[in-house]
Nanobody, 123 residues
Framework: QVPLVESGGGSVQAGGSLRLSCAGS????????MGWFRQAPGKERDFVAA????????YYADSVKGRFTISRDNSKGTMALQMNNLKPEDTAVYYC????????????????WGQGTQVTVSS
């Protein structure tokens, strides 16, 4: 059983938009720092965005800053990633994750992960 479940992935043309969502499976993560990571074929898992437990602080990879927006709704226990002006290099499997204590941009710090959702951007 995976602790987190992503949804909203799909295929779009360059310049298009997608909105990914993440929710806990069997438990809520409303009090946990959370983040989004992505992994392209043959590549390592990279940081995309992170958000602290309350949603007051957000962090972004330089490659997505200004295009992606991370948010969370603690009343529902969900997290989202709005992805605008998508580029072919954004193509990857996107994972949501959660951790205890402080927010982090390091994948190794996260202990709860989803199964991933595919995002494909064509040129």
């Amino acid at each position: 059983q995976v602790p987190l479940v992503e949804s909203g992935g799909g295929s779009v043309q360059a310049g298009g938009s997608l909105r990914l969502s993440c929710a806990g499976s069997g438990r809520t993560f409303r009090g946990y720092p959370m983040g989004w990571f992505r992994q392209a074929p043959g590549k390592e898992r990279d940081f995309v965005a992170a958000i602290n437990w309350s949603g007051s602080d957000t962090y972004y990879a330089d490659s997505v800053k200004g295009r992606f927006t991370i948010s969370r709704d603690n009343s529902k226990g969900t997290m989202a990633l709005q992805m605008n002006n998508l580029k072919p290099e954004d193509t990857a499997v996107y994972y949501c994750a959660a951790k205890s204590d402080l927010v982090s941009t390091q994948a190794s710090r996260y202990t709860y992960w989803g199964q991933g959702t595919q995002v494909t951007v064509s040129s």
